[in-house]
C-alpha cells in the first residue's frame, strides 16, 4: 500500500463579532415555527404554536430592524426561518382540522 497524505480539511466558523448578540426571540420563534409543523396533525396545537411564532417573529423583527448593529445576522435567518415554519405549520393545521371537522362530521350524520 502506498502511504497517501490526506489533508485534514476542517470547517472554520467565525464567532460572532465582540458586542453583537442574538435578538431577544429568535430562538423561541424557530423552535415554535417548527413545532407547529411538526404538530400538524395535533387537531390544532399545530395551529396555537403557529400563531404565537408569527407573534413573537412579528416583535423580534420590530427589534432586530430598531438597532441592527447590534444583533447577529444569525438571529434574523432564525427569526426569518421560524416565521415561515410558523406560517406552513398554521395553513396545515387548519387544512388537516377543517378535514377532520368534515370527516366526523359526515361520518356521525349517517347514524
Avoid at 99 to 107: A, K, R
Amino acid at each position: 500500500m502506498e502511504n497517501e497524505n490526506f489533508e485534514s480539511t476542517t470547517i472554520q466558523t467565525s464567532p460572532a463579532p465582540s458586542g453583537l448578540k442574538t435578538t431577544p426571540g429568535a430562538i423561541a420563534v424557530l423552535i415554535l415555527g417548527i413545532s407547529s409543523l411538526a404538530l400538524v396533525c395535533g387537531y390544532g396545537i399545530g395551529i396555537v404554536s403557529g400563531i404565537i411564532a408569527l407573534v413573537m417573529a412579528g416583535k423580534a423583527t420590530k427589534l432586530y430592524n430598531e438597532n441592527p448593529t447590534m444583533y447577529t445576522e444569525g438571529s434574523m435567518k432564525a427569526i426569518k426561518a421560524g416565521k415561515l415554519c410558523g406560517m406552513i405549520g398554521l395553513i396545515l393545521s387548519a387544512l388537516w382540522l377543517i378535514i377532520i371537522i368534515f370527516f366526523y362530521g359526515m361520518l356521525f350524520s349517517h347514524m
